[in-house]
C-alpha cells in the first residue's frame, strides 16, 4: 500500500502543476503574448490543442478522452502489483499527465469530453506542450528502461503493500 499511495501522490503533484501551470498560462498568455525563456529554444505562448502530440487527429477529441480514461483506469489497476519504487515513479508520473489531460478533455471548451488541452511551451517551434506531457514523456523513457533492464513491476500478490509476502522473506 505504501508504494501505491507513493504513486498516488506524485500523480497529484503532477495533476496539481500542470493544472496550475495552465490556470496562469491562459491568464497571462491569452492575449497572444509570447514570451521568451531561453532564445531559439523554448518561448511560452498558449495554444489550444483539440488533437494528440503535434495536433495528430484534430477531428476525433472524443477519441483521445476515451483513450485518456482508459490509461487513467490501466494505470491503477496495473498499480495493484506495485514493488518497485522506480516503477512507483513510473507510474505516478503517467498517471498524472494522463488524468490531467482526461480533466482537460472533460471540462474544457468546447464541450465535454471534447475539450482542448491546454499547451503553452513551445520547444523552439518544433512542438507545443505542457507540465502533463514532461511527465508523461519522463515516465515514458523511464518506463522503457526499466521494461529493457528487466525491473519487473511486481512479484504478482496484487496487494499493493509494497513488501515481500511474508513467505518470500
Not at 72 to 80: C, D, E, F, P
Not at 140 to 148: D, F, K, N, P, S
Request: aromatic share 8%.
Amino acid at each position: 500500500m505504501r508504494l501505491y499511495a507513493g504513486m498516488l501522490v506524485l500523480a497529484a503533484v503532477v495533476l496539481l502543476a500542470d493544472q496550475a501551470s495552465k490556470l496562469w498560462a491562459v491568464s497571462a498568455l491569452s492575449g497572444g503574448e509570447r514570451v521568451t525563456v531561453i532564445p531559439g529554444l523554448i518561448r511560452l505562448r498558449l495554444l489550444y490543442n483539440p488533437g494528440a502530440a503535434f495536433s495528430i487527429g484534430e477531428g476525433a477529441t472524443w477519441v483521445f478522452t476515451i483513450a485518456s480514461a482508459a490509461t487513467v483506469v490501466g494505470i491503477l489497476y496495473a498499480a495493484r502489483r506495485l514493488r518497485s519504487p522506480a516503477w512507483t515513479v513510473v507510474l505516478g508520473a503517467l498517471l498524472g499527465g494522463a488524468f490531467s489531460h482526461l480533466l482537460d478533455r472533460l471540462f474544457r471548451p468546447p464541450a465535454f469530453a471534447r475539450g482542448h488541452v491546454v499547451d503553452f511551451i513551445d520547444y523552439g517551434g518544433l512542438f507545443v506542450g505542457n507540465v502533463a506531457d514532461i511527465a508523461l514523456t519522463c515516465g515514458c523513457v523511464l518506463l522503457a528502461l526499466l521494461t529493457l533492464r528487466g525491473v519487473p513491476l511486481g512479484d504478482g500478490s496484487g496487494d499493493g503493500s509494497g513488501e515481500e509476502p511474508a513467505d518470500r522473506r
